[in-house]
């Protein structure tokens, strides 16, 4: 069941039981850098991100808010609301902590870049 709660800025949010992890990953000379909403449940609460990407059930995986880039740079190649990422195809696949997300958005991390 669905669980309401109220954010800092008084604003109701819906926890629906997904995690929404940064993927980046590698295929030939393009980074691929997107959001991959994942099922979670009480077994998995203390999963880091890397365990959800051992874990995905299909060999294609659909990412949000996607942005591609040439490999060495930070000069965004193409964008896409959606993309269907075929993990067959990618040379090296990793997800972003949570927390790390978070941490950039507050201006406590650094973002890396995009090369």
Do not use: W
């Amino acid at each position: 069941m669905p669980q309401k709660q109220v954010d800092e800025h008084g604003e109701i949010t819906v926890d629906v039981g997904f995690e929404e992890l940064t993927l980046v990953a590698y295929m030939g000379d393009l980074k691929v850098v997107g959001k991959a909403h994942v099922g979670v449940d009480s077994r998995s609460s203390s999963r880091r991100s890397s365990d959800y990407i051992r874990s995905f059930p299909d060999k294609r995986i659909t990412l949000s808010d996607v942005r591609v880039y040439k490999k060495g740079s930070a000069e965004l190649f193409d964008a896409a609301p959606f993309m269907i990422l075929n993990i067959d195809r990618v040379d090296l696949i990793y997800a972003r902590e949570p927390t790390q997300g978070r941490m950039i958005e507050a201006g406590c991390l650094e973002a890396e870049e995009p090369a």
